[in-house]
């Protein structure tokens, strides 16, 4: 059964870091050439973080957390990972993985229809 399961969430202080997994079902990484990380915080529109291609391993991520946060995937483990760093109270908001198939990844980073979502995860940046 397809599947994406987050974890890694929790409550830092501002300028800390936290690591994000995301673990799909073998399903997904043969059936979706786009993996990708979305967040949402209370009272504002769904936002994309970052994405990544399955096949190729190249990625794209949003302009706000552009050289802060980073992307990756272990294919033996059906896993992909988000590495968050001097991470800010903006950065608070409940993130989500999500897998589908585009004809580009980095364009379907703004988009908010993709197939498959796992349930998220909270991440918590105090000052």
């Known amino acids: 059964q397809e599947q994406l399961v987050e974890s890694g969430g929790g409550s830092v202080q501002a300028g800390e870091s936290l690591r994000l997994s995301c673990e799909a079902s073998?399903?997904?990484?043969?059936?979706?050439?786009?993996l990708a990380w979305f967040r949402q915080a209370p009272g504002k529109e769904r936002e994309g973080v970052a994405v990544?291609?399955?096949?190729?391993?190249?990625?794209a991520y949003g302009d706000s957390v552009k050289g802060r946060f980073t992307i990756s995937q272990d294919k033996a483990k059906n896993t992909m990972y988000l590495w968050m760093n001097s991470l800010k109270p903006e950065d608070t908001a409940q993130y989500y993985c999500?897998?589908?198939?585009?004809?580009?990844?980095?364009?379907?980073?703004?988009?908010?229809?993709?197939?498959?979502w796992g349930q998220g995860t909270q991440v918590t940046v105090s000052s």
């Open positions: 999500a897998a589908d198939t585009f004809a580009s990844c980095f364009l379907a980073l703004s988009e908010t229809n993709w197939a498959l």
């Open positions: 073998g399903d997904i990484y043969r059936r979706n050439n786009c």
């Open positions: 990544i291609n399955i096949g190729r391993n190249t990625t």
